[in-house]
C-alpha cells in the first residue's frame, strides 16, 4: 500500500505540470487581459479628464502607460519565461498577486474558502443523512407505493437546476409580495457581530437554509439510488437468508450485515469531496450573493485575474487528485478484497 500511495503521489506532478502548462498559456493569448483592462481604465480616466477641459496628450500617454503596465505584470517577457517564473513563485509558495484585489491570491482564497467548506460540509451532511436511510428503506420496500412515490420525488428534485429553485425560493421567501421568512441573500446579517450567541446561530441557519436545499436537492437522487442498488444487491447474498434463517432481529441485520457491505460502493465518493469544496456553484452563490470560491473563480476569470485563476487551478487540481486517492484508500478500507500494489 506505501508503494502504491508514493507512486500516485508522483504521478500527480507530470499531472498538475501538463494542466498548469495548457492552461497558462491559454490565458496569456486570451484578449484583454489584465494590461489591456487597465489601459481601459486609463482612457476612461482621460476621456472624463478631456470631457472636464483638461489637456492631455492622448496617444503618447497611453502608449507610454501601456508599456509600463506590461512590465507590471511581467507581459513584456516571452510567455515560456512568464511561466518558468509563475512556477518557481508556485515552488516557493508564491502564487502571485490578484489584479483584482491587489493582495496575495493565497489571502484572496482563504477570506472565501470558509464560506465554500462551511456550505460544502454541511450539505454532505445532509446529504448523506438523508439519501442513506432513504436508500435502505426504498430498497428493503422495492416495488411499494412508498418506493415508487419516494422516486417520483427525488428524480422531480434531480430535474429542477439548484439555481431556479434557488431563484423561486428566494421570490416565494425573501419578501416582497410573499413571505419574508428569509433573508435575499448573504452569510450573515450587517449587525451580525453586536447579536448574542443564540441570534447569531438564529442568523446563520436563516442565511444558510435556502442555498443548502438548492445546493443539496438535486444530488438526492444519485445518493439514495446508488445506496438502494446497493443494499438490494446485498440482499440477494446468501448470507443475509442465512440471518434471516436464524432468526436474527430486522435491525441486527441491516446494520451489520446490509449496512456495512452497501456502503463499499458510497466510499468511492468521498474523496471528491475535497475537489467540490473549492468549485462550489457559481450561479446558486451569484443568486444568493454568497462570496465563495465558485463566485471568485467566475469573477477572476471575467475580470482576467490570471494570478488568481490559476491559483484556483492548482488548488483545485491538487485537491481532486488526492481526492481521488482518498477515495482509493476508502476503498480499500471498506474492502479487505482489495489490495492497491
Known sequence: ??????????????????LTVITFFLLQFVPGGPAEVELMKLQSGQLQGSESGSTVSGSKM???????IKEFYGFDKPVHIRYLIWVKGIGTGNFGTSTQFAEPVLSVVASRLPVSIYFGVIGLII???????????????????????SSFFIF???????????????????????????????????????????????????????PVLAYVISGFATLTILTKNSVIDVLS??????????????????????LRNALIPLATGFGHFLSVLLTGS?????????????????????NRDFPVSMGLLVLSSLLL???????????????????FE
Not at 128 to 148: E, N, Q, R, T
Not at 282 to 302: D, M, P, R, Y
Not at 322 to 329: A, E, H, M, Q, S
Open 237 to 258: 447474498k446468501d448470507y443475509i437468508r442465512t440471518a434471516y434463517a436464524k432468526g436474527l432481529k430486522n435491525r441486527k441485520i441491516i446494520i451489520r450485515h446490509i
Open 156 to 210: 422531480l428534485c434531480y430535474s429542477i437546476p439548484g439555481w431556479a429553485l434557488g431563484a423561486l425560493m428566494l421570490v416565494l421567501f425573501g419578501g416582497g409580495s410573499h413571505w419574508n421568512i428569509f433573508p435575499l441573500g448573504g452569510f450573515t446579517s450587517s449587525n451580525f457581530d453586536s447579536l448574542s450567541f443564540v441570534d447569531k446561530v438564529f442568523d446563520l441557519v436563516k442565511h444558510t437554509f435556502l
Open 127 to 149: 446529504t448523506y443523512i438523508v439519501c442513506i436511510p432513504l436508500g435502505i428503506m426504498k430498497a428493503m420496500k422495492s416495488g411499494s407505493k412508498f418506493d415508487l412515490f
Open 1 to 18: 500500500m506505501r508503494t502504491y500511495i508514493i507512486k500516485r503521489i508522483l504521478l500527480m506532478i507530470p499531472t498538475l505540470i501538463g
Open 62 to 68: 497611453t502608449e507610454s502607460a501601456f508599456q509600463k
Open 321 to 339: 487528485l488526492l481526492g481521488n486517492l482518498i477515495t482509493d484508500l476508502l476503498y480499500a478500507l471498506a474492502d479487505p478484497r482489495i489490495r
Open 282 to 302: 457559481i450561479l446558486i452563490e451569484k443568486i444568493f450573493n454568497i462570496q465563495g470560491i465558485g463566485l471568485l473563480a467566475f469573477n477572476s476569470v471575467l
